[in-house]
């Protein structure tokens, strides 16, 4: 029984791609945080991310590693991330996905990390830096509560693939392209082939396509090959340099375009 799966199925079986949205614990202000991340549902956002900061956060590009540090100035806790977490789903009963890395969980302590992320309301985990290899061994202490999420780029082999779908639980988190994630123009045909292969390889899981996705047009282009989508430096970067309105509108015109 997967809360996110479910999620994902409702929101497909009314015609619609889901919308997951990726925010910085804690950024750009503690205080402004947990108001703007109700802001940013209410626009439209059907899964929240929530970043865990982390000094070396390897996967992430440039902006979304500067609102890591900016987050870590700010004072922020991993205990302050599992209070976010618990007030946003007071308000909201939309799926709410950890993402970070392994680091976060060894340093406090996997066994209790995994019972405040359940007792905060927390429903799956994104931890990048945990390859399929080492999956079983790392999340051992884990119960079933929380989904894993696992991540399959542009370089899996196909049957690479099918143990990542196999492994995985909510979804099959698809990275567009090679490299760290950031805003892109567009896709270009080797690109596009490479996600209607990985989406017609996926059989267990539904399948969201993440990295480079900024803006409606690279939502409508993809569209036939995921069941969703995730934002993550756009609604950063919006949110650094637009401020919240701003990112409001973004999240509106996304959504939108997740319904055509």
């Known amino acids: ?87 946003i789903k007071l308000k909201n009963d939309i799926p709410l996905i950890l993402m970070g890395y392994a680091n976060t969980l060894q340093k406090y302590g996997r066994e209790q990390f995994e019972q405040d992320a359940i007792n905060a309301g927390v429903d799956g985990l994104i931890i990048p830096d945990v390859p399929l290899e080492e ?53 270009d045909n080797t690109i596009i082939e490479n996600l209607k292969s990985t989406y017609q390889t996926v059989n267990k899981n539904k399948m969201l396509i993440g990295f480079g996705i900024s803006k409606p047009e690279n939502i409508k282009q993809l569209s036939p090959f995921a069941d969703g989508f995730i934002i993550g430096s756009a609604i950063v970067n919006s949110l650094q340099n637009d401020g919240i309105n701003s990112t409001v509108e973004l999240v509106k015109s996304l959504s939108e375009a997740c319904g055509k």
Do not use: H, W
Request: glycine share 8%.
């Open 1 to 87: 029984m997967s809360k996110i799966r479910d999620r994902i199925e409702d929101i497909n079986n009314n015609g619609r791609k889901a919308l997951s949205i990726f925010l910085t614990s804690g950024f750009p202000t503690i205080e402004s945080f947990v108001d703007n991340t109700n802001r940013i549902i209410d626009a439209g956002a059907d899964i929240i991310e929530l970043g865990m900061p982390f000094s070396d956060p390897l996967a992430d590009g440039g902006v979304i590693q500067q609102s890591s540090q900016t987050a870590l100035k700010n004072g922020i806790t991993q205990k302050q991330t599992f209070q976010f977490a618990e007030k």
């Open 135 to 187: 999956f079983d061994d790392f999340f051992s202490p884990f119960s079933e509560c929380l989904d894993k999420i696992l991540l399959t780029t542009p370089t899996s082999s196909k049957e690479r693939i099918l143990k990542l779908d196999n492994k995985s639980n909510g979804f099959l988190y698809c990275v567009s392209v090679t490299g760290t994630t950031g805003v892109r123009d567009g896709f």
